[in-house]
């Protein structure tokens, strides 16, 4: 979805994941409305442009386990590896274990960013959210992160950007455009 700044991309995102209600009607999803639906809420991994980090591991920031807890070590390299943070991880003596600091003090704003996607891929939910969450990136690394999650199987994602380069390789394309979704063809 690409539009404008305030043309209500962000709006519409948090209508789709129930964080505000529809003023008028409803939305639905196979025909079930989505306003108090768990299921639906569960089925979502959501990453905005501010990402929360915890004064941990970057692996605890990822995985939302504690370093002595059981992660599943081959579906951490991979999201690290989608999320091009292996520079990260190999640079330091830390590894997987390197301490992020208070709020992400330790790392840029891009690979905060970064490790905000690899913990919703960690999550592997069936609906990958991404509202600007790449904005803080280059643009090498941005479009290297978009296409690698726009090759993710089975899964529904939901990309919301103003750079029109990042929804090439996506199935379906809208602008929001005075209030209003359309479709959209590069």
Same mark, same amino acid.
């Given at each position: 979805?690409v539009?404008?700044?305030?043309?209500?991309?962000s709006?519409?995102?948090?209508l789709?994941?129930?964080?505000?209600?529809?003023?008028?009607?409803?939305?639905?999803?196979?025909? #079930? #409305?989505?306003?108090?639906?768990?299921?639906w809420?569960?089925?979502?991994?959501? %990453?905005?442009?501010?990402?929360?980090?915890f004064?941990?591991?970057?692996?605890?920031?990822?995985?939302?386990?504690?370093?002595k807890?059981?992660?599943?070590?081959?579906?951490f390299?991979?999201?690290?590896?989608?999320?091009?943070?292996?520079?990260?991880?190999?640079?330091?003596?830390?590894?997987?274990?390197?301490? %992020?600091g208070?709020?992400?003090?330790? %790392?840029?704003?891009?690979?905060?960013q970064?490790?905000?996607?690899?913990?919703?891929?960690?999550?592997d939910?069936?609906?990958l959210?991404?509202?600007?969450?790449?904005?803080?990136?280059?643009?090498?690394?941005?479009?290297?992160?978009?296409?690698n999650?726009?090759?993710?199987?089975?899964?529904?994602?939901?990309?919301?950007?103003?750079?029109?380069?990042?929804?090439?390789?996506?199935?379906?394309?809208?602008?929001?455009d005075? #209030?209003t979704?359309?479709?959209?063809?590069?």
């Amino acid at each position: 979805i690409v539009g404008e700044t305030g043309s209500g991309k962000s709006t519409l995102v948090d209508l789709i994941i129930s964080l505000i209600k529809p003023t008028e009607g409803s939305i639905s999803v196979d025909g #079930k #409305k989505i306003e108090n639906n768990r299921n639906w809420i569960k089925n979502i991994s959501y %990453v905005s442009q501010r990402i929360f980090l915890f004064n941990s591991s970057l692996r605890h920031n990822i995985c939302f386990k504690e370093d002595k807890e059981e992660i599943d070590q081959i579906k951490f390299n991979k999201v690290v590896e989608l999320c091009d943070l292996d520079e990260l991880i190999n640079k330091s003596k830390e590894k997987e274990f390197y301490q %992020v600091g208070e709020n992400g003090k330790n %790392v840029s704003g891009g690979q905060r960013q970064r490790i905000g996607i690899a913990r919703a891929l960690y999550k592997d939910s069936q609906i990958l959210i991404l509202d600007e969450s790449t904005n803080a990136l280059d643009d090498i690394s941005e479009k290297k992160i978009i296409d690698n999650i726009s090759k993710l199987q089975n899964k529904t994602i939901i990309l919301i950007t103003h750079n029109h380069n990042n929804i090439k390789n996506f199935d379906q394309t809208f602008k929001i455009d005075d #209030k209003t979704l359309k479709k959209f063809n590069l």
